[in-house]
């Protein structure tokens, strides 16, 4: 499962399937932006979608990690 398979728009949650506008690096985090109305929404509010998206990936984490220890 590459990571780019998987990937989302940081902004609006569409699942992309390779069809990705932007891609950015932002502290090792991959971002991917659906279109360019979404790369306006996420340059105004950064911090709160990469807030988002940290809080996500904590979640999935400990889901992951619930899964291997059942
Ligand atoms: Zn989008």
């Known amino acids: 499962m590459s990571d780019e398979g998987n990937a989302a728009c940081i902004v609006c949650e569409r699942p992309l399937a390779g069809a990705i506008f932007m891609r950015l690096q932002h502290e090792g985090e991959s971002v991917h932006l659906c279109c360019p109305l979404c790369a306006e929404k996420f340059d105004s509010r ?25």
Do not use: D, I, N
Request: glycine share 0%.
């Open 46 to 70: 950064k911090k709160f979608y990469f807030a988002r998206v940290r809080a996500q990936q904590a979640f999935e984490q400990t889901k992951a990690k619930r899964k291997k220890q059942s």
